[in-house]
């Protein structure tokens, strides 16, 4: 089993005058009972051509039925170095946001069907990214609707 | 304006046979408007939590985390909660004491964040902060 530690900080001096902000989380990421570590991963470097839909990594197309709706968990960070260029995200076919140069994030991702994958696409121009997924085969309690 | 630096830290001794741990920082230029660390007791209906509102593409960063705790603040190891866009498009599933970090925009979508309690009420934090920006 393996356990794998994901900790944030989110830190301002100066987003409410006299009052620091500093928050901290720290949590192990673990399938879906709460009692075992994530047993599989898969990282890399990707390039993403300009204006193409891409969907990240094998567990976006290799799922099937139930074994969709599993704990997982991502990571991605936008290595471009021009302030301009940034790549859109989404899932379901829904726009959700973007990453800039230098920006990354931390998500739970569902695959809970065929539609759910992870889709990224670059724009202004092509850029390059840093990825990592970490998930388990245990199928998480069915969603509430 | 204010600059809000982000920071994840990930490790494991055994997930590979290498060691991982890194850290990885962002500088970030926010503005009004923004949401300071809140909580909120989100019940099985999302549209019941929207916790940012559809934002016209404003960049927006938010975090969430799921406090462990249920509706009446007692502990609560069981009940997971939906990460949603408003219309009920479920993106991730925060199991309790996890966290989560991502930038959103609408992108012409006029769309929000909400949460959906999987089977229970559960307690969960949030924060947003937008730069503000059209994308």
């Known amino acids: 089993m393996a356990t794998t530690t994901a900790s944030v900080s989110i830190s301002s001096g100066d987003l409410i005058p006299g009052s620091n902000l500093s928050i901290n989380a720290s949590s192990t990421l673990m399938k879906a009972g709460l009692t075992t570590g994530l047993t599989q991963v898969e990282s890399g470097v990707i390039s993403l051509a300009l204006d193409t839909d891409s969907k990240l990594g094998p567990l976006?197309?290799?799922?099937?039925?139930?074994?969709?709706?599993?704990?997982?968990?991502?990571?991605?960070?936008?290595?471009?170095?021009?302030?301009?260029?940034?790549?859109?995200?989404?899932?379901?076919?829904?726009?959700?946001?973007?990453?800039?140069?230098?920006?990354?994030?931390?998500?739970?991702?569902?695959?809970?069907?065929?539609?759910?994958?992870?889709?990224?696409?670059?724009?202004?121009?092509?850029?390059?990214?840093?990825?990592?997924?970490?998930?388990?085969?245990?199928?998480?309690?069915?969603?509430?609707? | 304006m204010a600059t809000l630096t982000p920071t994840l830290t990930l490790n494991s001794a055994d997930a590979f046979s290498d060691v991982v741990n890194f850290s990885i920082t962002d500088d970030l230029t926010t503005k009004a408007p923004s949401q300071s660390l809140s909580t909120i007791v989100a019940d099985t209906t999302g549209a019941n939590n929207i916790i940012v509102a559809a934002n016209d593409d404003k960049q927006t960063w938010v975090f969430i985390r799921h406090t462990g705790k249920a509706a009446d603040g007692t502990t609560d190891t069981a009940n997971h909660c939906d990460i949603e866009i408003t219309?009920?498009?479920?993106a991730g599933t925060l199991k309790p004491g996890e966290f989560c970090f991502f930038p959103f925009c609408g992108n012409g979508a006029s769309k929000g964040v909400q949460l959906q309690a999987v089977s229970a009420s559960v307690t969960m934090e949030y924060a947003y902060w937008s730069d503000n920006t059209a994308q």
């Open chain 2, 87 to 90: 219309g009920d498009v479920a």
């Open chain 1, 60 to 145: 976006a197309t290799e799922m099937s039925g139930d074994v969709h709706d599993i704990a997982s968990w991502l990571y991605i960070c936008n290595k471009a170095t021009d302030d301009t260029h940034y790549m859109d995200f989404g899932i379901h076919n829904t726009n959700m946001g973007r990453l800039y140069a230098g920006d990354w994030m931390f998500i739970p991702w569902n695959a809970s069907d065929d539609d759910a994958a992870i889709e990224v696409e670059a724009k202004i121009a092509a850029q390059t990214i840093e990825y990592a997924f970490f998930n388990s085969n245990f199928i998480l309690t069915a969603d509430a609707g």
